[in-house]
C-alpha cells in the first residue's frame, strides 16, 4: 500500500524587530549612554546555622515526646467506668429439647425425599406416555430436549446448579389433551437464585407472538405463578393444528413447569385445575 508524501513542517514565523528587541525596563538608562549596568549580585549561600537551628528542633520535638511517654508510664492505670448494661444471666438448666418438626413443617423433608412422590397422579382412564412414563427421573439433556434450543438450555441448567427432574406425562380421557409435567430442582448455593432465574427467564418470553402472545393467567396460591394459553394454533405442513398451553410456578428451589397439548382449544378449566393442584403438592 502506497503511503502518502510526508508533509513539509511549517517553518516557524520570524519575530517582528520589536519582538526580536529586549524590553527595556523602567528607569534604566537609555542606550548609547555610557554608564554600565550595575552586576547583579550573586545569591547568599546557605550556611550551616540554619541546619543546626533545624536539627536542635527535630531533638527537641523527640526529647519532648519521650518525655512525656515516661511521665505516662510512671502513672498507675485508671480503671475504666463500669458498664451501664446489665450483667449477662445464664439459665441454671439446659432449656428441653424442642418438639421435632413434621414432615409437613419441614420443608427439607419435602424437597430432599423422593420428588418424584410429589408428582400429580394421573386421572383415572388416562393413559401414560409410553415415550416417557408417569413419575420417572428425566436427566438434564432429557429435559432440554423439550426446548427449541436443546443444547444451549442443556447448559443452561447446568450452569444454574440443577439437582434432579422428576417427571411424568399423559394423554387425557375425551379431548385427548397432552399433559406433561417436569419438576425441576436446583441446588441453592447462592439464596435461592438459580431456581428463581430459570422460572424468570421461561415466563419472560411466553408473551412473545411466537410463543403464547399474551400475558397470561394468574395461578391462584402463588406471588407470580401464570399459565399460558397461546393465542392462535400452531400450523404445520402435514400436521392437524396444535393447541398448546403452559403453567409455570415456583417453591422454594423447585420449578413447576407443565405443557399441555392437544388437536383440540386447551380446556382452560380443566389446565388451571391440574396446574393448582400440582403446586399444592409442593
Keep these: 500500500m502506497s503511503q502518502d508524501p510526508p508533509v513539509p513542517r511549517t517553518p516557524e514565523r520570524a519575530s517582528s524587530p520589536a519582538e526580536e528587541a529586549p ?8 542606550a548609547g549612554t555610557s554608564d554600565a549596568a550595575p552586576a547583579p549580585e550573586p ?13 536542635a528542633a527535630a531533638l527537641g520535638v523527640l526529647a519532648g515526646a519521650a518525655t512525656g511517654y515516661g511521665i505516662q508510664w510512671q502513672r498507675p492505670p485508671t480503671p475504666l467506668p463500669p458498664l451501664a448494661g446489665e450483667a449477662l444471666k445464664y439459665p441454671k438448666k439446659p432449656a428441653a429439647s424442642t418438639k421435632p418438626l413434621s414432615a409437613d413443617e419441614d420443608h427439607l423433608v419435602v424437597t430432599d425425599g423422593d420428588l418424584r412422590k410429589l408428582l400429580l397422579p394421573k386421572p383415572g382412564g388416562a393413559e401414560v406416555d409410553e415415550r416417557t412414563g408417569e413419575r420417572v427421573w428425566k436427566s438434564a439433556a432429557e429435559y432440554a430436549d423439550g426446548f427449541r434450543s436443546p443444547a444451549w438450555m442443556f447448559t443452561e441448567v447446568l450452569d444454574k446448579n440443577l439437582r434432579r427432574v422428576a417427571h411424568s406425562a399423559w394423554t387425557e380421557k375425551g379431548d385427548g389433551m397432552w399433559v406433561n409435567i417436569d419438576l425441576v430442582q436446583f441446588r441453592e448455593t447462592d439464596n435461592g437464585m ?4 430459570h422460572f424468570g427467564a421461561q415466563k419472560r418470553y411466553m408473551p ?8 397470561g393467567t394468574a395461578l391462584p396460591g402463588t406471588f407470580d405463578g401464570r399459565v399460558f394459553f397461546r393465542d392462535a394454533p400452531v400450523i404445520e405442513p402435514g400436521y392437524l393444528p396444535r393447541y398448546e398451553a403452559r403453567a409455570l410456578a ?23 385445575d391440574i396446574a393448582a393442584r400440582q403446586l399444592e403438592r409442593l
Design 194 to 197: 438459580s431456581a428463581r432465574m
Design 43 to 55: 545569591a547568599r549561600r546557605r550556611g550551616r546555622t540554619a541546619v543546626l537551628i533545624a536539627s
Design 250 to 272: 415456583r417453591r422454594g428451589d423447585i420449578v413447576m413447569d407443565i405443557v399441555f397439548n392437544g388437536t383440540k382449544p386447551i380446556d382452560r378449566k380443566a389446565a388451571m
Design 208 to 215: 412473545q407472538e411466537e410463543h403464547a402472545g399474551n400475558v
Design 23 to 30: 524590553r527595556q525596563e523602567t528607569g534604566a538608562a537609555p
